[in-house]
């Protein structure tokens, strides 16, 4: 479980792409506070990105990320 202040560190992959602009995962309870570049190849590259914690878990975010992840499956069963 992540700590209120605690951080997330992780390398996300990334497709380069000229006129695109990049749409990290979010999360309520999480705020994006540094993004960094790797660029190993003109095609592709990876982003290290440190999230910190703001704000507590609660019933609230719960039952919209249940509605959140419906609608992915729904969408998802489409293709």
């Known amino acids: 479980m992540l700590v209120m202040g605690g ?12 006129d695109v602009e990049n749409h990290f995962p979010e999360h309520p309870c999480l705020k994006l506070i540094v993004s960094s570049e790797q660029i190993p190849s003109s095609r592709f590259s990876r982003v290290l990105l440190t999230i910190v914690k703001t704000v507590s878990y609660t019933d609230k975010i719960a039952e919209a990320a249940k509605i959140k992840h419906q609608e992915f499956k729904e969408n998802y069963v489409k293709w």
């Open 7 to 18: 951080r997330l560190v992780c390398f996300y992959p990334v497709l380069r792409e000229d």
